[in-house]
């Protein structure tokens, strides 16, 4: 990790990334939660919007279960993104400033260019894992997937795919990484004004490269929490995903100085 690391701290422009202790994401997250406990009606209706977004993907690829399974990850990899305005809520909470859900609308816009193209590499991301899931089910079945509203509990529970399911994760898991890595502070960081895209996930590699540990802990807080949302058929992210999105917040303003 050094060498890497070493390359990213003589790339001029790139911010300073302090070190963290390993169990500062439960800082952050604790920060998140008094965030969302503040401004519960702006967070919750961030949560909505992102929730029915949620819906519609899944509701679009509900016919193939290759295709549902890569929607529900896909989801979770632009989800950095869709959090700014939570982003305007905690940094007018921290100034004293009054949160609204119209204030929090307004910093989603800002530097919405730089945002959207971040967004479209996440996008791109998401949209290969895709292809590559629908690749993986169809060599694993042969080439008839079956229909995830008729057959999905006798596919899951039935199927002896056991190299299959750990080529399948394992793949996933890589995106999941690489998506991670890429995420961690860029989206605060670009929405902050302090970079532009390049700049912003150049330094979220950084931060990550050199807080492995802590690195860990989040994005193991980030899985558990996403996994309870997605097992309340996506009704817990109402409040998952607001928190998550202040939390992040915390953590740019902790990483990045």
């Known amino acids: ?5 070493d390359a990213l701290a003589h790339i001029p422009g790139l911010p300073r990334v302090a070190r963290v202790g390993t169990l500062q994401p439960l ?18 209706a961030h949560g909505l919007i992102l929730v029915a977004l949620g819906w519609l993907i899944l509701l679009m690829c509900s016919t193939q279960i290759d295709l549902f399974a890569a929607a529900v990850s896909g989801f979770l990899l632009v989800g950095p993104v869709f959090a700014a305005g939570c982003y305007k809520l905690s940094r007018r909470r921290a100034s004293g400033q009054r949160a609204t859900f ?11 260019w730089s945002l959207a193209r971040l967004g479209l590499l996440l996008a791109v991301l998401a949209i290969a894992w895709v292809l590559i899931s629908r690749l993986l ?15 999905f509990y006798q596919t899951i529970l039935d199927w002896n795919y056991y190299e299959f399911l750990v080529t399948y994760l394992s793949t996933g898991a890589v995106f999941a990484v690489v998506a991670f890595l890429v995420s961690v502070v860029s989206a605060p960081m670009i929405f902050d004004g302090a970079a532009n895209t390049r700049t912003a996930i150049l330094t979220s590699i950084k931060a990550a490269g050199t807080n492995p540990s802590a690195m860990i802990v989040w994005a193991a807080l980030i899985a558990g929490l996403t996994a309870i949302g997605f097992a309340t058929l996506l ?3 109402v409040v998952v995903i607001p928190v998550l999105g202040h939390a992040t917040w915390h953590a740019y303003r902790d990483l990045v100085r």
Not at 27 to 44: C, I, K, M, T, Y
């Open 1 to 5: 990790m050094d060498k890497p690391m």
């Open 137 to 151: 089910f169809v060599q694993a079945v042969g080439g008839v997937l079956p229909s995830v509203r008729d057959t």
């Open 102 to 112: 119209d204030a929090s609308l307004d910093g989603a816009l800002k530097n919405g």
């Open 235 to 237: 009704s817990g992210l």
């Open 27 to 44: 800082r952050w997250l604790a920060r998140g939660w008094e965030d969302f406990a503040a401004n519960p009606g702006p967070s919750v």
